[in-house]
């Protein structure tokens, strides 16, 4: 079993940054892709960036240029780092690994961006 713990959270203002980041308990590069979601109140839970072994890259439009995305495989830490945070950014974050057909999740960290 895989465990992937978040951490990095936390309150900014809008303009300010955050760094999340994500362990494994295990090696990432075993790992066929990463990814970053977030789930707003009310909202389902969607994509914010993704990661393949290879190193390839994916951000949802609105994230782009202000976000991103990286793996240190020395510490099985996937990151994130967001930059320009809007109010719009608020939501509970979440590291999701991919293995083939296998999914894992981590617990979330809440991001809240106040105006």
């Known amino acids: 079993q895989v465990q992937l713990v978040e951490s990095g959270g936390g309150s900014v203002q809008a303009g300010g940054s955050l760094r999340l980041s994500c362990e494994a308990s295990?090696?990432?590069?075993?790992?066929?892709?990463m990814g970053w979601y977030r789930q707003a109140p009310g909202k389902q839970r969607d994509l914010v960036a993704s990661?393949?072994?290879?190193?390839?890259?994916d951000y949802e439009i609105s994230v782009k240029d202000r976000f991103t995305i990286s793996r240190d495989n020395a510490k099985n830490t996937l990151n994130l780092q967001m930059n320009n945070l809007k109010p719009e950014d608020t939501a509970v974050y979440y590291c999701?690994?991919?293995?083939?057909?296998?999914?894992?999740w981590g617990q979330g960290t809440q991001v809240t961006v106040s105006s």
């Open positions: 999701k690994a991919n293995f083939w057909s296998l999914q894992y």
């Open positions: 295990r090696s990432i590069g075993s790992f066929n892709s």
């Open positions: 990661i393949t072994r290879g190193g390839s890259t």
